[in-house]
Every structure is written in structure tokens, then in C-alpha cells.
Nanobody, 118 residues
Framework: QVRLAESGGGSVQAGGSLRLSCVASDPMFSRRRTGWFRQAPGKEREFVAGISRGGATTHYGDSVRGRFTISRDNTKNTMFLHMNLLTPEDTAIYYC???????????WGQGTQVTVSS
């Protein structure tokens, strides 16, 4: 069982920045693709960003591309999400996730709240 724990959420004004962290309990973390998702009240879960096992390849959802940066430090079993130029539309619970033995995201953290005020 892989455990993921997010941190770094909070409240910020529009235009501000936050950095989210996700620490994994899994020693095989470096062999798993990982990503960030978010869910706003009343909306479906949305893909935010994904990163390859070694960190060389990243991809982003259209709404965050150019503002958010995903990265990882496999020596610390940790993934990050740097969020810049935040807007109220970025308000959501942010979840980190990693794939299981296949290609689907199978393991999820409990989420961290990000609130952006105008």
C-alpha cells in the first residue's frame, strides 16, 4: 500500500504563489509516474499536472499551463507543485496521485486545500 501525504496548501490572494509537496511512503516511488489533480466545490476532479518517473517529462492541464510547475525529488520520495499567478478559479482541494502496477493513477493522498481570494 502506497501512502501519499500532501502539504503546503493555504489561503493566498490572487496573483500570489504557493508550493505544494507530496511525500510518498513507497520506496518504489522513483519507478512510478505521479501527478496532481484538483477538485473544486461542485465540479469534477480535474487533471493539473503529471510527471514521468525520472522527472524529464511533464505535462499540464490547459488551465494551469505556464503558471504551474511540477517537479520531483526521487531521493526524498517527494513531488512538488509550484503554483504562480494564482486566481480564484484555482481554489480547490489538491490531490497528489501515483500510478500502480499498470498505467492508471491508483494511489491518492487525502488532499490539501488551496483558497485564492480576489
Amino acid at each position: 500500500q502506497v501512502r501519499l501525504a500532501e502539504s503546503g496548501g493555504g489561503s493566498v490572494q490572487a496573483g500570489g504563489s504557493l508550493r505544494l509537496s507530496c511525500v510518498a511512503s513507497d520506496p518504489m516511488f522513483s519507478r512510478r509516474r505521479t501527478g496532481w489533480f484538483r477538485q473544486a466545490p461542485g465540479k469534477e476532479r480535474e487533471f493539473v499536472a503529471g510527471i514521468s518517473r525520472g522527472g524529464a517529462t511533464t505535462h499540464y492541464g490547459d488551465s494551469v499551463r505556464g503558471r504551474f510547475t511540477i517537479s520531483r525529488d526521487n531521493t526524498k520520495n517527494t513531488m512538488f507543485l509550484h503554483m504562480n499567478l494564482l486566481t480564484p478559479e484555482d481554489t480547490a482541494i489538491y490531490y497528489c496521485a501515483c500510478v500502480g502496477d499498470g498505467t492508471e493513477y491508483e494511489y491518492w493522498g487525502q488532499g490539501t486545500q488551496v483558497t485564492v481570494s480576489s
